[in-house]
């Protein structure tokens, strides 16, 4: 009948652009440490994302409840929840980036060296399954300290024989995400449209805003802009002391943390110029690990772009801030090597 064909020329345009999918790569993302602060918001967010066909969420406890919430929402990715040690590997098999969130957050008073030893032997056991069953994933690791749990990574991965420096990241997105937002406050311009690169590492003075490479440009003083930098490396902290207690940055950070492995799926994909700032094995300084703008692509690091011309201020802060970062990538590696 008529209404038939109306009906099939109708639906024949539309289903295969709706369901173009079939276009979009399968990728398999795996969370560790999905039933926490970040974890939980983390998952969501990743579930929201079109290019993740297959979900698993992984924690020593609470994963069940947290993948059955998620998996009831209609986006295109299968969710799977795993617990304990013996569900580990099933979680991480065929995975295509592996974000880890897992590990204890600040609490006041507390650095992020503090947090040390807890989670450092989380990392390297959470690692050393990856190794095993699935080597060639990216790793996007949010678990701080993020300056020494890199190197932690990077040495399990080596004792394993499977690293490659090109898969491991240090997400320092949170970072970005601060700078532009307190930039554009500042600046009295659109948040949307702003960019600030952020280099160094991901504690304290290792933090290193370029305010001077800012888009949109904005005529601010050295004052705000000392001011900026600071409130940027203390953005952590900012949200400690306001929960008082009950942990650090979890809402902020998961936005981060999903726009950072979104960056890397895109770069996986093949889509071209995917930029974002990451804490990685580096030549640009002395430091073997350094964070800074890095070109995604197929194999993770593309390219680790270069610091950019330097105001006498940024170039300042890269002194003061070589010694600390040595210290941690230094403490990161001995305790590997140790343990
Ligand atoms: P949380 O305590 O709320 O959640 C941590 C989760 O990790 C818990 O569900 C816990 O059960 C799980 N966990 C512990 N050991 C595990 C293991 N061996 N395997 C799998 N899961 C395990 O903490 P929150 O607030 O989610 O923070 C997590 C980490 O992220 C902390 O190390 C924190 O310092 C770090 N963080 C990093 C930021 C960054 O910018 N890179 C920003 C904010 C926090």
Redesign the pocket.
């Known amino acids: 009948s008529s209404l038939l064909r109306s009906v099939k020329t109708l639906a024949r345009p539309t289903t295969a652009r709706a369901y173009s999918v079939d276009s979009v790569p399968s990728r398999k993302v795996t969370v560790?440490?999905?039933?926490?602060?970040?974890?939980q918001p983390l998952s969501l967010l990743m579930k929201l994302n079109p290019l993740v066909s297959q979900l698993a969420l992984?924690?020593?406890?609470?994963t069940p409840g947290v993948a059955a919430d998620v998996s009831h929402i209609n986006s295109r990715s299968e969710v799977a929840g795993y617990m304990g040690d013996d569900q580990?590997g099933l979680a991480l098999e065929g995975s295509d980036v592996v974000i880890i969130?897992?590990?204890?957050?600040?609490k006041p008073g507390m650095t992020?060296d503090d947090?040390f030893n807890i989670?450092a032997g989380?990392v390297k056991?959470?690692c050393t399954a990856i190794a095993k069953y699935c080597p060639h994933a990216i790793v996007n690791?949010?678990?701080?300290?993020?300056n020494s749990t890199v190197p932690i990574a990077a040495e399990v991965f080596k004792k394993a024989g499977i690293y490659d420096e090109k898969k491991l990241f240090?997400?320092?997105?949170?970072?970005v995400v601060r700078a532009k937002t307190f930039y554009a406050g500042k600046a009295n311009v659109n948040v949307a449209e702003v960019n600030v690169p952020v280099v160094g590492g991901?504690a304290g003075v290792t933090i290193l805003p370029l305010f001077s490479q800012a888009t949109p440009k904005a005529n601010l003083s050295q004052e705000d802009i000392q001011a900026l930098t600071k409130r940027t490396q203390d953005g952590?902290t900012e949200v400690v002391e306001a929960k008082a207690g009950k942990?650090?940055?979890?809402l902020s950070?998961a936005y981060?943390?999903a726009i950072f492995a979104d960056a890397c799926l895109k770069g996986l994909n093949g889509v071209p110029d995917v930029v974002e700032c990451s804490y990685v094995q580096s030549t640009i300084t002395e430091l073997p690990f350094f964070a800074s703008k890095v070109r995604l692509g197929k194999n993770g690091v593309e390219e680790v772009l270069g610091l950019g011309p330097l105001s006498d201020y940024e170039k300042e802060g890269l002194e003061k801030l070589k010694p600390e970062l040595k210290s941690s990538i230094e403490k990161g590696i001995e305790f590997a090597k140790k343990n």
């Open positions: 560790l440490g999905a039933a926490g602060g970040i974890g992984y924690d020593i406890g609470g580990l969130p897992a590990g204890v957050p600040r992020r947090l989670n989380i056991s959470l690791m949010i678990s701080n300290p993020v240090g997400v320092t997105t949170l970072d991901h952590g942990g650090s940055a979890t950070m981060a943390g």
